[in-house]
T-cell receptor, first 113, second 115 residues
Framework: AQSVTQLDSQVPVFEEAPVELRCNYS??????LFWYVQYPNQGLQLLLK??????LVKGINGFEAEFNKSQTSFHLRKPSVHISDTAEYFC???????????FGSGTRLLVRP | DADVTQTPRNRITKTGKRIMLECSQT?????MYWYRQDPGLGLRLIYY???????NKGEISDGYSVSRQAQAKFSLSLESAIPNQTALYFC??????????????FGPGTRLLVL
């Protein structure tokens, strides 16, 4: 079965430090990978997505993610975080032809001054 | 105005009561979804609808039902609420025209507490 694993439930980091949020997926078929962000008391919004082509995907707010097929990973990175990046981040996958998003359990990014 | 709205935003109900959560969208999308979010579990799909006459169960549909009254409206009902249905519920929409890689757009959520 398709699954998405986010190993870190919470990641504390100081402002202006780099951050990496980890995501691994399990699948033997083609996948489409997404990162969504949920700011406090809001719904989710798309940060970026990988469909095909270049393995490095750039998204909004300075975030980027790299698709690594051999390691079945899609880690999210930002070189310098801001207080406003404090939110919960969800990795998700669509298995081809299913049209259904499967979410990871989420990683709460806490940026401290 | 928000493209995807949910009402109510917060609801407290008692065990055994029937309640309805409503979702409306002005994005003109044909696909709509209901998810529930529980701490540490991420979002799980309850039901989804690809058009007004097409409704499908998600991974956790037991105890829930839905109604797609129009392209823009998709309601979720809890037939007889129980405490373990306490959660944050999200509605989402997407556009068929994007294909398999369509982006889903989420409403602000409804926080439900079942006593």
């Amino acid at each position: 079965a398709q699954s998405v694993t986010q190993l870190d439930s919470q990641v504390p980091v100081f402002e202006e430090a780099p951050v990496e949020l980890r995501c691994n997926y399990s699948s033997s078929v083609s996948v489409y990978l997404f990162w969504y962000v949920q700011y406090p008391n809001q719904g989710l919004q798309l940060l970026l997505k990988y469909l095909s082509g270049s393995t490095l995907v750039k998204g909004i707010n300075g975030f980027e993610a790299e698709f690594n097929k051999s390691q079945t990973s899609f880690h999210l990175r930002k070189p310098s975080v801001h207080i406003s990046d404090t939110a919960e981040y969800f990795c998700a996958v669509i298995k081809d032809s299913s049209y259904k998003l499967i979410f990871g359990s989420g990683t709460r990014l806490l940026v401290r001054p | 105005d928000a493209d995807v709205t949910q009402t109510p935003r917060n609801r407290i109900t008692k065990t055994g009561k029937r309640i309805m959560l409503e979702c409306s969208q002005t994005k003109g999308h044909d696909r709509m979804y209901w998810y529930r979010q529980d701490p540490g579990l991420g979002l799980r799909l309850i039901y989804y609808s690809f058009d007004v006459k097409d409704i499908n169960k998600g991974e956790i549909s037991d105890g829930y039902s839905v109604s797609r009254q129009a392209q823009a409206k998709f309601s979720l009902s809890l037939e007889s609420a129980i405490p373990n249905q306490t959660a944050l519920y999200f509605c989402a929409t997407s556009d068929r025209g994007q294909g398999i890689q369509e982006t889903q757009y989420f409403g602000p959520g409804t926080r439900l507490l079942v006593l």
